[in-house]
């Protein structure tokens, strides 16, 4: 089974700072990634995902992951922050119909 | 579009009574997941069901919990006599097939038992 760690448990920043999360993944061949986000209150949406195209994938509202085969890893990035950004994000992978997540980043942005 | 429709959103149950959690999938969808967040950690799979059909059933602990996706209505997580530990965030997700095809989560119900 795969499995999912995130670096980080609670990131707090300013707004226009720059944002990394770290996520790293068991190996299992061929991975399907994905990274979710969770306003307060609201439900999962679909930030990104990666079905082994470009490892540089783009997503919604300005983010971007890389995915690094050899590292095991799809860190979500953002240059700069808003405050609107102050969400949970979980990073995910797939076997078959499964998603196995992260544990999960908050991120608290400061205005 | 109502999206993944999930009630209650909130949920107190005492020791022992029975929750029962509803997840009515966007429409056309067919594919249901159950999925189950305590505190501190990541969504963890329960089950997938198709329409009167369990497909997996793996995640879901072997006593108490139940799970349906009857021909009509919505799909039913259902937990007898809840305990303390079942307190937690429970999401519902659907697809149009099974596979990677673009899940979409409900908003969940947060059950506490007291």
């Known amino acids: 089974a795969q499995s999912v760690s995130q670096h980080n448990h609670h990131v707090i920043l300013s707004e226009a700072a720059s944002l990394e999360l770290g996520c790293n993944y068991s190996?299992?061949?061929?991975?399907?990634l994905f990274w979710y986000v969770q306003y307060p209150g609201q439900h999962l949406q679909l930030l990104l995902k990666y079905f082994s195209e470009d490892p540089l994938v783009k997503g919604i509202k300005g983010f971007e992951a890389e995915f690094i085969k050899s590292k095991f890893s799809f860190n979500l990035r953002k240059p700069s922050v808003q405050w609107s950004d102050t969400a949970e994000y979980f990073c995910a992978v797939n076997e078959n119909y499964k998603l196995s997540f992260g544990a999960g980043t908050t991120v608290t942005v400061r205005a | 579009n109502a999206g993944v429709m999930q009630n209650p959103r909130h949920l107190v149950r005492r020791r022992g009574q029975e929750a029962r959690l509803r997840c009515s999938p966007m429409?056309?969808?067919?594919?249901v997941y159950w999925y189950r967040q305590l505190p501190e950690e990541g969504l963890k799979f329960m089950v997938y069901l198709q329409k009167e059909n369990i497909i997996d059933e793996s995640g879901m602990p072997k006593e108490r919990f139940s799970a349906e996706f009857p021909k009509e209505g919505p799909s039913i997580l259902r937990i007898q006599q809840v305990v303390r530990g079942d307190s937690a965030a429970y999401f519902c997700a659907s697809t149009l097939g099974g596979g990677n095809y673009g899940y979409t989560f409900g908003s969940g119900t947060r059950l506490t038992v007291v």
């Open positions: 190996y299992g061949g061929t991975v399907n």
């Open positions: 429409k056309g969808h067919s594919h």
